[in-house]
């Protein structure tokens, strides 16, 4: 059973920084794309970044120049460093991840969630 653990949320003040952290457990044979989601109150869930396994990056337009995205080189943990923070920010911050547990299609896993909270 595969598992997402993110760890890093908190509050902070605007202009402050935060890295987030997601590990992957379990029985994962192979870690495709990983990414980071993003759902503040009462709007819906939105991309923030993504790595691809190769170390392609994409990122949502709000957070460019400020939020890198990385991966370790065992490539099953993905960092969100967080950099100049806004109010706006604040959100329940997931992780995701294509993970195939064996050879066939990947599945998609999702982490619980960690809270950021930049105040103003």
């Known amino acids: 059973q595969v598992q997402l653990v993110e760890s890093g949320g908190g509050l902070v003040q605007a202009g402050g920084s935060l890295r987030l952290s997601c590990t992957a457990s379990?029985?994962?044979?192979?870690?495709?794309?990983m990414g980071w989601y993003r759902q503040a109150p009462g709007k819906q869930r939105e991309l923030v970044a993504t790595?691809?396994?190769?170390?392609?990056?994409n990122y949502a337009d709000s957070v460019k120049g400020r939020f890198t995205i990385s991966r370790d080189n065992a490539k099953t943990t993905v960092y969100l460093q967080m950099n100049s923070l806004k109010p706006e920010d604040t959100a329940v911050y997931s992780c995701?991840?294509?993970?195939?547990?064996?050879?066939?299609?990947?599945?998609?896993?999702w982490g619980k969630g960690t809270l950021v909270t930049v105040s103003s």
């Open positions: 790595i691809s396994s190769g170390g392609n990056t």
């Open positions: 379990g029985s994962i044979f192979r870690i495709y794309t």
């Open positions: 995701n991840a294509a993970i195939s547990e064996s050879w066939g299609a990947p599945r998609n896993y």
